[in-house]
């Protein structure tokens, strides 16, 4: 029976030394200020930065949301992104995906400065991540990498499988398993049998966002499990993408879903905004 990884716990953890930090950043004249952008009328994206709202002022970061109508043009939001750049009370912009169809999501990425992509959505940031350079790495990957450290699961040498290839979790897993030093494995939805990788795994992280992609006879006896999905069940319940009954049963350490990946990655978001400011006033 695998222990179960609290993300919940450790998140709580984490903002509260993080409070600490940015009161003794206040003392010294720092105020981490993150400006969100919210396009449209999206319902989850609207908790989503809800969430992040809430996140920030529990820590004491500045927070600001830009709430702007489903219609606005492109032009209209890389002007306000411009203006975000300019702006040097701003440590922080992240401009919430998905966007409505008139707006290019990889010019808007792209508009963001680096030093305040806290998303780290831009080529320079994915760029950095994967040379290992200082840069911003993505919330959610970053959250589970902090997970394994907290529970002093060793990474190095293992047999690391990640399911999922997005440019938001999948990839940026995969680099950051390579950094610390995983013999990494990407799957995908052209992976031909998943389980033949799978089984071989140390370390397996399933973010495909499909329920039960992972069951207990695609897992080694021991291995540890890293559920990034996001579902809903024939109840409507939140679920993730692994058969969390049966492979908690034959899994070392295991995430559950809600209370695992998702609480780290608002928290990793905080992190990066804590290290825009410091870096920014570094400068
Ligand atoms: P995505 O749809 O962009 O990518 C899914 C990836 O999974 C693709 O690379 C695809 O090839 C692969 N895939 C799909 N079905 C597969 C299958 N049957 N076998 C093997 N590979 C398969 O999704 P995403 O944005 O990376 O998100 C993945 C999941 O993680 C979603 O459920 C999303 O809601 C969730 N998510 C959670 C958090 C969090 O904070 N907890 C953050 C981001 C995403």
Known sequence: MATIMDGKALSQKLKQQMKLRVEEMKQAGIMPKLVVVLVGNDPASHVYVRNKHKACNEVGILSEVIELPEETSQQTLLEIIGKLNQDSTVDGILVQ???????????????????????????????????????????????????????????????????????????????????????????????????????QADIVIVAAGRRNVLTADMVKEGAV??????????????????????VKEKASYI??????????TITELLENTILAAQRHHRA
């Open 97 to 199: 995906l998905p966007l409505p169809k008139q707006i290019n999501e990889k010019t808007v990425l792209r508009a963001i400065l680096p030093e305040k992509d806290v998303d780290g959505f831009h080529p320079v940031n994915v760029g950095l991540m994967s040379i290992g350079d200082e840069g911003f790495a993505p919330a959610t990957p970053s959250g589970i990498i902090a997970m394994l450290h907290e529970y002093h699961i060793p990474i190095a040498g293992k047999n690391c499988v990640i399911i999922g290839r997005s440019n938001i979790v999948g990839k940026p897993m995969a680099a950051l398993m390579l950094r610390h030093d995983a013999t990494v494995t990407s799957c995908h939805s052209k992976t031909k049998d998943l389980a033949q990788h799978t089984r």
């Open 225 to 246: 499990v890293i559920d990034v999905g996001m579902n809903r069940n024939d109840e409507g319940k939140l679920c993730g993408d692994v058969d969390f009954a049966a």
């Open 255 to 264: 995430t559950p879903v809600p209370g695992g990946v998702g609480p780290m």
